[in-house]
């Protein structure tokens, strides 16, 4: 239920390049939705087997969150040292669920149960990213270093750390994912309640 892709675009400012943001991590959240319909929870099942986001060449996953990261730097030097003065963040989450078409009021029931299951599970992975950003603010804050006058290692240095962040949280997201989707895990408790079994 989750397809998680991560863009990083670190853009470093040197000397006296300002960065316009404001400080701090920004977060901007999109929601979409693509309209299913059926009669039983089994057609439902088979409508988001259909129309659903794609995950991977021939799977189709019930719902998706999707985010991009872009990270602006203002690095300025002093004395021969270079300074991460300032590291705006911005997180770009797009949740993709299904939306139920009119239908009668007993899949109504068992839908309105299932989405609510399927939002949580939706928004632990937007958790997870929203975490990650945080992460990231600390490691690099007070990063500074000998450098060139275009602060050419600082600037690697704020990639490595970004990506040594973004590879932790990607382990907890995969981790997380992993839990949820496992034979008799939260994910099957979901649609075996929509379908309508025991």
Known sequence: MRLTSLTMLAAACALSCVSAASAGTKIVVHVRNYDVAGKTG????????????KHGY??????ETGYTVHWDFDIGRQDGICHLRQ?????????????????????RKRW?????????????????AKA???????????????DNWFCTGTHFEARRRINAIYAEYEAKQNAFDAREHRNGGHVEHLVDALVGKP
Do not use: C, W
Request: hydrophobic content about 40%; glycine content about 8%; cysteine-free.
């Open 42 to 53: 089994a057609e439902l099942v088979e409508a988001m087997d259909r129309q659903g986001p």
């Open 58 to 63: 021939m799977t189709r996953a019930i719902a």
């Open 87 to 107: 590291a705006n963040g911005t997180l770009d989450l797009t949740y993709t669920f299904p939306r139920l078409s009119p239908a009668s009021p007993g899949p």
């Open 112 to 128: 309105d149960r299932f989405m609510a299951g399927v939002r949580k599970h939706e928004h632990t992975h937007g958790r997870i």
């Open 132 to 146: 990650m950003m945080r992460a990231t603010e600390t490691a690099l804050a007070g990063l500074e270093r000998p």
